[in-house]
């Protein structure tokens, strides 16, 4: 992992990587989070090893990191010279020889959240197909929930029993086949406070007699998800009934702590990749300069990845290059990268290849960094407006704004610029192999370790292993593209663009 730097607005909670969280976090190995439990694992489990692979135990254990300087900080400390060595693991994911649940009916429910992403109904299936033919002698209801966490409000009228032979119909589709809504914001129908939704997913739960919940979603949900196993285990201390709340991660913006990579990301950089080149030819052919917006409310990571892997981009906007930045310096920036195209609009008619195009790529978070910043393209943009809103304005003023340039090639023709937003296509998609692949394994290692008796954890690849990370790793961050990276400079030399390290340097950009 790079070395990350925070910049200096950031505060101290804006972790933008893991190692940093090891670097500025972590100060003593013994305080690192640990998975907990609902109860001692101490039925043995009946399956054969044979079948469902070889069995895990406590002492299953992977480093949370291969960085020999951390390792290193560590020895000096004195964490690791101890007779038991002191280094923060995560458990490994897998069948156990011990469960958390006896042989009576263990009743399960599923809730897709956020936004929707390739794959999701591939692990609702993988979830229901795990709990059916694994662990048949503990099986009981599997319920997917509809309308989300809001859907779980009214649990009786949002319910839908689940069984292989339906959702294996589902797995070919994109979107949920159980619905997607967003737990917070102006559209999603409760004005309640996460403690408060918390709450009444948790009592409509015991209220059902529901023994686990597996909460598909990204890091919005996943907090959520710490929130209801956090109520759930002092209620289960008070007597109530005990529940497993397992996260499992979904984003395709690739964001999320302590994930190598989420699921769907990589049929999200091939479609996004895909479009690129296509808007690509459309620009060349029509002369014009096109503005393609994708995923990355918070991070640019498709938006970085596609433009590296089609090689047809001239420029890419992610929030990462701005949040460092004050309002004059962003305002330098865009000025900069206004006059590269412009220059671009004037390439040479001196053969097929060359012809007067550009295709821009920005993530969605771009806009909200500089409007956060107040940054003016072309007009004020009023407060109170919703994220999307913000995006519509800073696109539109963008393309206006280039077109009050007057570009144009070098035979005096008018350059146009037009812009398209591929995002609900993309994440409407059905999963790619590898994405298949991939939620199948997240869904069966859920099922595993949630029957073992373990909560408040989400299911992850990390480093080379599938591992149980504790969601208090996971609430309340996001993780970010280092700009200091060696990948995102391979993708601004790919681009051609200018640099904006040095935004204050008056050079030509020539």
Not at 308 to 334: M, N, R, T, W, Y
Request: charged share 30%; hydrophobic share 35%; aromatic share 8%.
């Amino acid at each position: 992992m790079p070395t990350d730097r925070i910049p200096s607005t950031f505060n101290e909670t804006d972790v933008i990587s893991e190692r940093m969280y090891l670097n500025t976090v972590l100060k003593d190995p013994e305080k690192f989070p640990q998975v907990k439990s609902i109860r001692k694992a101490n039925i043995r489990n009946d399956c054969d090893p044979k079948k469902v692979g070889e069995f895990k135990s406590a002492d299953d254990r992977r480093s949370v990191t291969k960085d020999a300087g951390l390792l290193q900080g560590w020895i000096k400390q004195g964490w690791i010279n101890k007779k038991e060595p002191v280094i923060p693991t995560f458990l490994v994911a897998g069948p156990r020889d011990y469960l958390g649940f006896r042989k009576r009916p263990v009743h399960a429910a599923i809730v897709t959240t956020g936004g929707s992403a390739p794959g999701l109904n591939r692990v609702i299936h993988s979830i229901v197909q795990r709990h059916h033919g694994t662990y048949r002698d503990r099986l009981g209801e599997i319920y997917g929930v509809q309308d989300s966490f809001l859907g779980m409000c009214n649990f009786a009228h949002h319910r839908m029993s689940l069984k292989p032979a339906e959702t294996e119909k589902w797995i070919d589709r994109g979107g949920s086949m159980l619905g997607m809504r967003r737990e917070r914001g102006p559209k999603s129908g409760t004005d309640l406070a996460p403690e408060e939704l918390a709450a009444q997913v948790l009592y409509q739960l015991q209220d059902k007699d529901i023994d686990i919940l597996y909460v598909i979603g990204g890091d919005g949900s996943l907090r959520m998800a710490h929130e209801i196993a956090r109520q759930g285990l002092a209620a289960a201390n008070a007597g109530k009934r005990r529940l497993s709340v397992v996260g499992i991660p979904k984003t395709m913006d690739n964001d999320v702590m302590w994930v190598s990579e989420s699921f769907g990301f990589k049929t999200a950089v091939d479609k996004a990749t895909e479009i690129v080149n296509t808007l690509n030819s459309e620009a060349e052919t029509s002369r014009r300069i096109c503005l393609i917006e994708l995923f990355g409310a918070e991070s640019g990571y498709v938006a970085a990845h596609a433009a590296l892997a089609s090689g047809h981009v001239d420029l890419v906007l992610i929030p990462e290059e701005f949040v460092g930045l004050s309002k004059e310096q962003c305002e330098k920036a865009l000025e900069r990268y206004i006059r590269h195209l412009k220059k671009l609009a004037k390439r040479a008619h001196d053969g097929p290849n060359e012809k007067p195009h550009a295709v821009v790529v920005l993530a969605e978070g771009t806009a909200k960094i500089l409007h956060q910043k107040e940054v003016v393209i072309l007009r004020e943009t009023a407060d109170g407006k919703g994220d999307e809103e913000i995006v519509d304005d800073f696109l539109m003023d963008l393309k206006e704004r280039l077109r009050n340039e007057e570009l144009t090639d070098n035979l005096g023709n008018e350059v146009d610029v037009f812009f398209n937003r591929p995002r609900h296509y993309i994440r409407a998609s059905p999963a790619n192999a590898q994405d298949k692949i991939y939620c199948e394994q997240l869904g069966a290692f859920a099922v595993d370790s949630a029957l073992a008796g373990y909560t408040d954890f989400m299911i992850s690849q990390w480093l080379d292993s599938y591992v149980l990370v504790p969601l208090e790793l996971v609430a309340g961050y996001h993780k970010r593209l280092p700009t200091s990276s060696i990948f995102w400079k391979q993708v601004v030399n790919s681009t051609g663009q200018p640099s904006i390290e040095c935004v204050d340097d008056d050079e030509n950009d020539s």
